[in-house]
């Protein structure tokens, strides 16, 4: 039997999808549902409410392919919270002779044990809330397929891919651990990428990992840390017919709003990647009522720092910035180093046909780094177009991740 290599695989559910029949919409459909979903999706369809799953779904058929997969599990409702539904199905799904699947809380590992070095791929299974945007629709747009719906980006993509490959790979060149986990769109606290490695470390032990967050198909090295501070003034309570009896802590606030306007944010080289740092005001809370002039007034600032920078020094720089204010630090989480100086990164890199560019925003490589894993970013989706109302996703993207990881994969 002639061998079939995973380009012809790849080639082929790419030919089975383009293949299946749903209508084609115009161009002035495609436009009205991506600035405003809510017009198709309330004349054309209808929903079950509070059930956890759309239309019933609580079963995912594993002989579908990619496009109808990720469309499925984008109608298998899972905000924040509420993943039980589809942890359900990817459970039963993944419950295959070559893989032995854990489950905790609502995250499900489904891992290979063929004796040989492990890869861990990863993706989290929530969304943020859904708004009209459901079910997940298929338009054609001039040559190209674009799926449209909660998820679709954000990251049931890239699960659908994982999932694919998860029930597809039966043999490989490396053990792998496909992490499906919940709770990445809430509290940090909550997340089911850290409850796993509280509970059950070994799980996430590995040579190195890749997270499925949207990256355009494009490979992303690690990523910036972030840090979120208060910058408060303090004032005197006045009514405003007399402000000579008070002081105004918005009017003592114009220097901290003077010194971000002015700071110059660097680009930091870290292992041949350029990563921009920011720093930004990103709200400011003042005043009780439109007579009284504010005793309080808080900045909060928002400093994305490279992956070389400790929390400690990223805190020492907000610090000697603001000196003479008062500083409240809020959230901090460190970023992760590209992980790409090792002989696995190399393999992928070759594989995928690709170089690495930085990962700006901060996601749950971190996480692995922490954990001494090297890890990188790799999925389908505009991550500019996460947690949109128009949220979605080209079908090109899922052909183009799933055929770099089979080609790295597969013997």
């Not at 999808?17 to 436009?31: E, F, G, I, Q, V």
């Not at 109608?75 to 419950?95: F, M």
């Not at 719906?149 to 790979?169: P, W």
């Not at 105004?248 to 350029?274: C, F, M, W």
Request: glycine residues 8%.
């Amino acid at each position: 039997m002639e061998e079939t290599t995973a380009d012809q695989i790849a080639e082929r559910h790419q030919e089975q999808a383009l293949d299946t029949k749903y209508p084609r919409h115009c161009h002035l459909s495609l436009w009205l549902r991506a600035h405003d979903p809510t017009h198709y999706l309330k004349e054309s369809h209808s929903f079950e409410q509070n059930t956890g799953s759309l239309l019933g779904m609580v079963d995912i058929d594993l002989s579908k392919n990619l496009v109808e997969l990720t469309m499925d599990i984008c109608n298998i409702e899972s905000v924040s919270g509420s993943e039980q539904s589809l942890a359900n199905a990817l459970e039963k799904a993944l419950t295959l002779p070559h893989l032995s699947v854990l489950r905790d809380g609502n995250a499900v590992v489904a891992s290979t044990n063929f004796g040989k070095p492990r890869i861990l791929i990863a993706g989290h299974i929530d969304t943020v809330p859904i708004a009209n945007n459901l079910p997940a629709q298929l338009h054609h747009f001039e040559r190209e397929q674009v799926i449209i719906g909660r998820g679709s980006v954000d990251m049931k993509g890239g699960i659908a891919v994982m999932l694919k490959l998860a029930s597809e790979l039966t043999e490989a060149k490396y053990d792998i651990s496909w992490i499906f986990y919940d709770n990445e769109e809430v509290d940090s606290s909550l997340n089911g990428l850290g409850r796993l490695s509280r509970n059950n470390p070994e799980i996430l032990k590995g040579e190195f990992a890749i997270l499925c967050e949207p990256t355009s198909a494009l490979v992303e090295g690690g990523c910036n840390g972030t840090l979120r501070a208060l910058v408060r003034t303090k004032g005197v309570k006045a009514h405003s017919a007399r402000p000579w009896m008070g002081e105004n802590a918005i009017h003592k606030a114009a220097p901290i709003l003077a010194r971000l306007a002015d700071y110059q944010p660097q680009t930091i080289s870290v292992d041949g990647l350029e990563y921009r740092e920011s720093l930004n005001a990103v709200s400011i809370k003042a005043g009780i009522a439109g007579n009284v002039i504010p005793d309080l007034c808080e900045v909060e600032v928002n400093y994305r720092f490279a992956p070389s920078k400790s929390g400690s020094e990223a805190k020492q720089v907000i610090e000697e910035l603001f000196e003479g204010f008062q500083v409240e630090l809020v959230d901090l989480a460190e970023g992760a180093r590209p992980g790409l100086d090792t002989e696995l990164a190399a393999q992928f890199l070759a594989a995928t046909g690709q170089s690495a560019r930085p990962k700006y925003g901060w996601t749950d490589v971190a996480r692995f780094s922490a954990l001494g894993i090297p890890a990188i970013n790799y999925g389908p989706g505009d991550p500019a177009l996460a947690h949109a109302d128009n949220e979605n996703l080209p079908v090109g993207h899922l052909f183009d991740v799933e055929k770099g990881l089979r080609n790295w994969l597969s013997v």
